[in-house]
Structures are given as C-alpha cells and as structure tokens.
C-alpha cells in the first residue's frame, strides 16, 4: 500500500497569505492519480485538482498543484476566508486508493 | 447535475451487519466507478471499495474480509454491507463517484454523508 504523508498537520496562515502544503507518497505516484481535496466541518470533500495539477470545475485559479514521483504540492496564493479548511491528497494505485492524514489551514 | 445520497440506520450494534445505500439521481450509474468512504470522528479518510456499474469490484485489503459492495443498475444504486462491526467502524459514511479512466483518477462527486455509530 502506498503511504501518503502531509505536512504540515496545521498551517496557520492571514488571509491574503500564501499556502504551500505538501504530500509526500512512500512510492512513486503518477502524477495522472494524485488528487487534492478541500473538507469543512460537517460537509463532504470536495475535489480540487486531479491529475496533479488540473483543477476541477470552478475551482478558482488561486489553487494550484504541482509535483511528481514522490512529492507533491498544493499551493493557495492568497488565502481567501472560504479557504480556511483540511485539504486531503488522495492517490489511486494498483487497484486500491489511500489519502494522505489531512492538513488543516487555520486563521491566524 | 448528478447528486448522491447515502441512506440506512444510524445505530448498528456490534458484531452485527451495517447496511447502506447510495442512490444517484440527476444521471446515471452507467459508465462510472463508485466508491465508498468512511471517516471516523475527528480522523482523515479511508477508501472501502468501489464498483463498476458492470460489477466489477475493488476493496481496501484492510476491511476486505468484511465488505461487500453491490449496484442495482435498476434502481440506480449501489450498496454497502460491512460485517461483524465493532465500535472502531463507527464513522460517517460517504459515496462517492469515481472517475478511472486511463488518464486520470478521482472523485468528483459525493454524498453528503450519513453517521453511523455502532453501539449496544
């Protein structure tokens, strides 16, 4: 099984700042089945970017991924009040699924 | 606009059966994978298993023993039975959609969640 690993586990960040967060896999993953999620209290995931880098549909463009192998990023360029959240990576290999421990942005 | 919606009791004692539904509306289950997910109180997520609408199948190895998932194509559903449960499979229980294709892998829709809580 292949292990994702996010940190940090808390980000505290103003709005208006960057976010970087970070997903590291215990193998190499294609970059073609790396997702990123958003989650709120008490709502479901969201999708954000799949392919590594592709956002979804309505996604703003201040959310962006990038990586490949074993690390990858999800950057937030300027931190909007909606985006305070836990974001998930997700990764799909040899028929199974796994997700990474959640980083959670939180107002400074 | 496809929606998803999970569906089944909410308290289920330990060692017994926990039964679930999700019944997709606004589109069809042809020509999808769908998951289901759990997340325990206050934990991150964890894949069980997806179904393709043809029936093909795929679980997480950990919860293989005690996991069957299952589509009515009909009834435009698919289902989720977890056997022998104990208190650690208390969660809230999510479906998902599930795009596979040979390009990318995701998903892009999900249910808002139904809590399960196993208890005697």
């Known amino acids: 099984e292949i292990v994702l690993t996010q940190s940090p586990g808390t980000l505290s960040l103003s709005p208006g700042e960057r976010a970087t967060l970070s997903c590291r896999a215990s193998q190499s993953v294609s970059s073609s089945y790396l997702a990123w999620y958003q989650q709120k209290p008490g709502q479901a995931p969201r999708l954000l970017m799949y392919?590594?880098?592709s956002r979804a549909a309505g996604i703003p463009d201040r959310f962006s991924g990038s990586g490949s192998g074993t690390d990858f990023t999800l950057t937030i360029s300027r931190l909007e009040p909606e985006d305070f959240a836990v974001y998930y990576c997700?990764?799909?290999?040899?028929?199974?699924?796994?997700f990474g421990q959640g980083t959670k942005v939180e107002i400074k | 606009q496809v929606q998803l919606q999970e569906s089944g009791p909410g308290l289920v004692k330990p060692s017994e059966t926990l039964s679930l539904t999700c019944t997709v509306s606004g589109g069809s289950i042809s020509s999808y994978y769908w998951s289901w997910i759990r997340q325990p109180p206050g934990k991150g997520l964890e894949w069980i298993g997806y179904?393709?609408?043809?029936?093909?199948?795929n679980y997480n190895p950990s919860l293989k023993s005690r996991v069957t998932i299952s589509v009515d194509t009909s009834k435009n559903h698919f289902s989720l039975k977890l056997s022998s449960v104990t208190a650690a499979d208390t969660a809230v229980y999510y479906c998902a959609r599930t795009v596979s294709t040979s390009f990318f892998y995701y998903m892009d829709v999900w249910g808002k969640g139904t809590t399960v809580t196993v208890s005697s």
């Open positions: 179904i393709y609408y043809s029936g093909s199948i």
């Open positions: 392919g590594a880098s």
């Open positions: 997700q990764q799909y290999g040899r028929s199974s699924w796994t």
